[in-house]
Nanobody
Framework: QVQLVESGGGLVQPGGSLRLSCVAS????????MGWYRQAPGEERELVAT???????????SVKGRFIISGDISRYTAGNTVDLQMNALKPEDTAVYYC??????????????WGQGTQVTVSS
């Protein structure tokens, strides 16, 4: 099992920037990928961005060119981290953002673990 601790978030005006950070506690197994999801009121949780152990990243179309995910998930002990730099924020980016880590004894037995979530509000 792994615990995820998020930081960052808050209130920002449209066009502004915020940075989210997530640190994973020690994990019995390697972490295959980490990422960020978000959930707006009345909406389903959706993928924002993920990063794999080799550093490759994927983004939702709605955030491409504005958000950048980075991190180091190569460790076998505590300290794996993932950050999300959010630029040119829009009101529709308002949501609770959740850090995730996909880990298990092997890739097919792995599952997602979640952080507690951090609120991002984009409003003037």
């Amino acid at each position: 099992q792994v615990q995820l601790v998020e930081s960052g978030g808050g209130l920002v005006q449209p066009g502004g920037s915020l940075r989210l950070s997530c640190v994973a506690s020690s994990s019995i197994y390697i972490i295959y990928h980490m990422g960020w999801y978000r959930q707006a009121p009345g909406e389903e949780r959706e993928l924002v961005a993920t990063i794999a152990r080799d550093g490759s990243a994927d983004y939702a179309d709605s955030v491409k060119g504005r958000f950048i995910i980075s991190g180091d998930i190569s460790r076998y002990t505590a300290g794996n981290t993932v950050d999300l730099q959010m630029n040119a924020l829009k009101p529709e980016d308002t949501a609770v953002y959740y850090c995730s880590a996909y880990t298990g004894r092997d890739y097919f037995a792995a599952r997602d673990y979640w952080g507690q979530g951090t609120q991002v509000t984009v409003s003037s």
